[in-house]
C-alpha cells in the first residue's frame, strides 16, 4: 500500500510543502509570508499556529483530506548536535526546538509542525538530517585554539540524500562508498563521507572552507581580529560581512550566481577572476577531503543550484577529476529528501532514532 506523507520545510519568509504518495510528488506549494506577518510574533515557536493554519488551509483548498496522511515529516532546525538519520519527533526534541539550543531559525518550525499535525490526525512524525548533524571524527575537531573547536553545520540533507542516490545508482550500500560531497548554494559545504558518517566538513555558515554567494567562507585570522578591534563596525556589521554580504555579493554585489555566468559568458574580466577564484578555492576543499580519506575516493558528488553553473563545473572537472570521478546533480530536493528519509524508516530500511 502506498505510504502518503505531507512534507513541510520552513523559511524565514515562506513555508515550503508537499504532498507525497511514496516518492511522487503529488503537489507541493510555496507559501509566502509577508515581513508584517512574521513581525507580529516575538519568538519563532509563536509563529506554529499561524503556519500551521495556512498549511492546513492549503491542504484543503487542494482536496487533500489531512486524515489521509500516513506520515507528517518536518525540517530539522538548531538541536544539539547529533548523528545524521530520521528522528521521531519526541517530547525531548521537540523542546528543543521550541528552546533553539543552537540559534533560533525557521528550520525550528518543521518538527513542531509534524508533530503537532502527525498527533491531530495519530501520526508519525519525524526530522531527517538538520543541519546540525555532527560526525565528525575527533581529529576534526581540533582548531588550534581550544576554546575554539571546529563545529559541523552545513548542508546534511541534501549533502546525505545525494550520496545516498549516488550509492544506490550504483548498486552499493552508502555505508560501503568513500565519497567527497561538494554542495554549492547560498553556502558551500565540502564533506568527506566514509562508513556512513561525514568524519569532517567545512562549516558551511561562518567561517570555514570556500566562499559562497553571500558568505566569506575563512578569511584571514589576524586581519579578522585588527577589523573586529578598529573601532569601525560593530560585532553585527562585522558578522554581516562574514555571513550575507561576503563572497560574490562581497565582490559582485550579487549573490544570484546566474547574474555571474552572464557576465562571465560575456567576458567580464572581474567576474571571470572572481568566479576563477571561487573554483580554487572550491577545489582546494575537494583536495583537503581527498587526504581526509587517505585518497581512497570513489567518487566526487556535486549538488546544489551551483552545479547548474557550466563555467563552475568545467573548472572543478579541470581541477579535481584526477581524485575521481565527478557525478553531479544539480539543484536540490529537499522536500524529495525528507520524503526519502521518513520512507526508510516505514519500510523498515532503517530504524528511527530517539533524540
Not at 525540517?75 to 538519520?85: E, N
Not at 560575456?266 to 578555492?281: L, S
Not at 570521478?325 to 528511527?352: I, S
Request: hydrophobic share 40%; charged share 25%.
Amino acid at each position: 500500500m502506498a505510504i502518503k506523507s505531507l512534507i513541510i520545510n520552513p523559511g524565514s519568509t515562506s513555508t515550503k510543502i508537499g504532498v507525497f504518495e511514496d516518492e511522487t510528488l503529488l503537489f507541493e506549494k510555496t507559501l509566502r509570508h509577508s515581513t508584517e506577518e512574521i513581525a507580529q510574533y516575538a519568538t519563532i515557536a509563536d509563529q506554529k499556529d499561524f503556519r500551521k493554519e495556512i498549511i492546513t488551509n492549503c491542504l484543503a483548498e487542494n482536496d487533500c483530506d489531512i486524515k489521509s496522511l500516513n506520515m507528517v515529516v518536518g525540517r530539522g532546525g538548531m538541536l544539539k548536535a547529533i548523528p545524521g538519520g530520521t528522528y521521531e519527533v519526541t517530547d525531548a526534541l521537540l523542546a528543543d526546538l521550541k528552546v533553539g539550543v543552537q540559534g533560533q531559525h525557521a528550520s525550528n518550525l518543521g518538527g513542531m509542525l509534524a508533530r503537532e499535525i502527525g498527533d491531530e490526525i495519530g501520526v508519525p512524525s519525524y526530522i531527517v538530517d538538520p543541519v546540525v548533524v555532527d560526525e565528525l571524527c575527533p581529529v576534526a575537531r581540533y582548531s588550534g585554539v581550544p576554546e575554539l573547536p571546529r563545529t559541523s553545520v552545513f548542508h546534511a540533507l541534501n549533502q546525505k540524500a545525494v550520496a545516498k542516490r549516488y550509492a544506490k545508482e550504483n548498486g552499493k550500500a552508502y555505508e560501503d562508498c568513500n565519497l567527497i560531497v561538494v554542495h554549492m548554494g547560498g553556502g558551500v559545504s565540502v564533506g568527506a563521507h566514509t562508513g556512513g558518517r561525514i568524519i569532517d566538513v567545512f562549516n558551511a555558515l561562518d567561517g570555514d572552507g570556500a566562499f559562497s554567494p553571500e558568505r566569506a567562507g575563512g578569511v584571514p585570522t589576524g586581519a579578522l581580529i585588527k577589523m573586529c578591534f578598529s573601532g569601525q563596525y560593530t560585532q553585527q556589521e562585522v558578522y554581516k560581512k562574514i555571513v550575507g554580504n561576503g563572497g560574490f555579493n562581497a565582490y559582485m554585489g550579487t549573490n544570484d550566481m546566474r547574474e555571474v555566468e552572464t557576465k562571465v559568458n560575456a567576458g567580464d574580466p572581474k567576474a571571470t577572476e572572481v568566479c576563477n577564484a571561487f573554483i580554487f578555492q572550491v577545489s582546494k576543499d575537494i583536495g583537503s577531503m581527498a587526504c581526509v580519506l587517505k585518497g581512497k575516493v570513489d567518487a566526487i558528488v556535486v549538488t546544489g543550484g551551483i552545479a547548474y553553473d557550466k563555467n563552475v563545473m568545467r573548472g572543478l572537472k579541470e581541477a579535481c577529476e584526477w581524485i575521481a570521478p565527478m557525478t553531479v546533480y544539480p539543484g536540490e530536493d529537499e522536500l524529495l529528501a525528507l520524503v526519502q528519509g521518513g520512507l526508510r524508516v516505514l519500510n523498515g530500511e532503517e530504524a528511527a532514532k530517539e533524540y
